[in-house]
């Protein structure tokens, strides 16, 4: 069915005709009437759980969902302007409404996470701060894994990487609430300038590093963002980027950073993400572990209207007591003055 979809859609004078294998002998063919991504209209919500977010539109007119639970970890990808911090944007204000804390890691100096601060539960805004936020939340997921320890009766010297079970099985009122990490611009985090700083930035990979490892089971999920994520960022980072499940590529220049988000999934994608057009920012490939790939695009957010978001549900605000010394002092809301003008005269008049 698949093979003749595109016969299919000559047949029928259609866009597209997409073809789902839903279970063996039944298929779901999708019939798509025009390009649904030039504008993108998000399909009226059908109820949300707890860490999923209807993120973007894929181009079968179902909305892709970010479900963490499923796939913890994920990199998002793309050249500068393609598109990802709005990604992250939508990500975000679909957590924001939700139990999750949130915390921002965004070393181009805050410019796109700290308009969300009333929400988030720690932001660091350069690699000082981040080196200094890692390992409270690496510490964080490891007095999560002795509170399941603690519950389950296991001894505390076993080591965390053979438990099985996760915060989940805890009790509601013990279940300390889910973390999401967005960082914005790894490389920012990964790149160094001086030897002194190489320590600091081997440490911070190994962190990251941790917690994609083990921190699904803390209910501690990734979300980092690039343009690109290659052995050149040094040590560690592409054990890192296998960590990281879940992968979406916007537009990129070359071919090599393609390669990077889709190559070790779904290598068919790799020349897709290669030819999206810079005219139609948010346009991404998202590809699973399972191989399969899809088209996606982003809804447009603005950064005020997702600001506001953050605003109203800042009373949502988790508990987490590690994090509190890392709360960002956030600026009351503008006030609005009404200045009367002057009319303007004419100097020599
Ligand atoms: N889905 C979308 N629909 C319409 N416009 C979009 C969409 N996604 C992004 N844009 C626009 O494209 C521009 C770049 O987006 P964005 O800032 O998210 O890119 P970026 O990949 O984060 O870039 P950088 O690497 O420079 O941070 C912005 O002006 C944004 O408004
Ligand atoms: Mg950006």
């Known amino acids: 069915m698949a093979a003749s979809s595109e016969r299919l859609r000559h047949a029928w004078g259609v866009h597209a005709v997409h073809v789902v294998s839903l279970e063996p002998g039944v298929v779901e063919l999708r019939l798509v ?14 109820g949300s759980d707890l860490l999923t977010v209807p993120v973007a539109l894929r181009e079968d007119a179902t909305a892709f969902v970010r479900d963490y639970r499923a796939v913890p970890h994920q990199l998002v ?11 992250l944007r939508n990500l975000l204000t679909g957590l924001a409404t939700q139990p999750v804390a949130l915390v ?6 805050g410019v796109e996470l700290s308009p969300f601060a ?3 539960s720690a932001l660091a805004t350069d690699p000082d701060e981040a080196a200094n936020l890692l390992p409270v939340l690496v510490k964080e997921m490891e007095d999560r894994y002795d509170l399941i320890k603690a519950r389950q009766g296991i001894a505390l010297s076993t080591p965390d990487e053979v438990i099985t079970s996760d915060v989940w099985g805890l009790p509601e009122g013990e279940r300390p609430h889910p973390i999401v990490v967005f960082v914005d611009e790894v490389a920012e985090l990964f790149l160094v300038a001086t030897k002194k700083d190489e320590e600091r930035r081997d440490e911070m990979v190994t962190q990251l ?8 089971a803390a209910g501690i999920y990734l979300e980092v963002c690039g343009q690109r994520f290659g052995a050149e960022l040094g ?7 296998a960590q990281l499940t879940g992968r979406v590529c916007h537009r990129v220049n070359d ?3 393609a390669k ?5 999934i779904a290598p068919e994608a790799v020349g897709v993400a290669s030819t999206i057009a810079a005219e139609v920012p948010g346009l991404a490939v998202a590809g699973d572990t399972s191989g399969g790939w899809i088209r996606i695009r982003t809804p447009y957010l603005s950064l005020a209207d997702a600001a506001a978001t953050c605003r109203e549900t800042a009373e949502l605000l988790p508990d987490v007591p590690a994090l509190e010394p890392f709360r960002s002092h956030v600026p009351p809301p503008p006030v609005t003055l009404s200045v009367t003008l002057a009319k303007p005269r004419p100097a020599n008049g």
């Open 255 to 257: 071919e090599a950073s």
């Open 77 to 87: 990808l793309g050249a500068t302007l393609s598109g990802k911090s709005m990604f």
């Open 118 to 120: 009333s929400r988030l």
């Open 209 to 216: 590093n941790r917690l994609a490892q083990l921190g699904r």
């Open 260 to 264: 990077m988000a889709l190559g070790d």
């Open 33 to 46: 009437g025009f390009d649904v991504l030039r504008k993108v209209k998000m399909p009226r919500r059908t």
């Open 235 to 241: 040590k560690g980072a592409t054990m890192l980027r």
């Open 104 to 109: 921002g890691i965004d070393c181009k100096r």
